[in-house]
């Protein structure tokens, strides 16, 4: 158990709709990331929060946004859905320079 | 540019060593990490080694790392059916991100019974 949460764990979107996809991290661990994971791939990196602020972005548009919250949740919001984005989507948490640990993920998947 | 390469398939019998292996681009890596994913769930953390040290050894798993070559690897001793699962090398990189992982394509690994 890395004691971070995602939710949640299917979801089904149409071309064009919005989606939000939540997570909860460890106590303590003042940083999340966001990855996207395509089939037969390795994660790729989103972006950042550190202390409710996104402090590094990875080569993602801005239709892909987030937030992070005093307790230690975070949003990951992808609007205008593209076939895609189809992926399955991991939050990351960690205490700043520290070992990240991966939640279960999300799988996305877009029609 | 931050790149992590490693072979995509490794398939070992029952009992027998597994070595995988990876290489980065990028010197500046403090940090490489070795991560376990089964099918349909997330990526569950192995173990690291510092860029400082040569070795590092955790019950089966020994990592060694070359930083003259920017090569790593993980090998799984007395490899069993349980450890069938793709295995990511990851690079903690920085620019702007103090937690940013490179992920190498993953190798798949299959252990024969």
């Known amino acids: 158990e890395t004691g971070v949460t995602q939710s949640p764990t299917h979801l089904i979107k149409t071309r064009g709709q919005q989606v939000t996809l939540r997570c909860s991290s460890q106590?303590?661990?003042?940083?999340v990331s966001w990855y996207q994971q395509a089939l037969g791939q390795g994660p790729q990196f989103i972006f950042q929060?550190?202390?409710?602020?996104?402090?590094g972005r990875g080569n993602f548009p801005p239709r892909f946004s987030g937030l992070q919250f005093p307790n230690y949740s975070s949003e990951l919001n992808v609007n205008a859905l593209e076939l895609d984005d189809s992926a399955l989507y991991l939050c990351?948490?960690?205490?700043?320079?520290?070992?990240?640990?991966f939640g279960p993920g999300t799988r996305l998947t877009v029609t | 540019g931050e790149d992590v390469e490693q072979s995509l398939f490794l398939s070992v019998r029952e009992g027998d060593s597994s070595v995988i292996n990876c290489t980065y681009t990028?010197?500046?890596?403090?940090?490489l990490y070795w991560y376990k994913q089964e099918p349909g769930a997330g990526l569950q953390l192995l173990t690291y080694?510092?860029?400082?040290?040569d070795m590092k050894q955790d019950q089966r798993l020994t990592v060694l790392l070359n930083k003259k070559d920017k090569h790593l690897s993980l090998r799984i001793a007395d490899t069993q059916t349980g450890d069938s699962a793709i295995y990511f090398c990851?690079?903690?990189?920085?620019?702007?991100?103090?937690?940013?992982?490179?992920f190498g394509t993953g190798t798949l690994l299959a252990v024969q019974p």
């Open positions: 080694i510092f860029s400082n040290m």
């Open positions: 990351a948490s960690s205490p700043l320079g520290g070992y990240t640990y």
């Open positions: 929060y550190y202390r409710e602020e996104e402090n």
């Open positions: 990851a690079a903690l990189g920085y620019g702007g991100a103090t937690n940013k992982l490179i």
């Open positions: 990028d010197s500046s890596s403090t940090y």
């Open positions: 106590s303590g661990h003042n940083t």
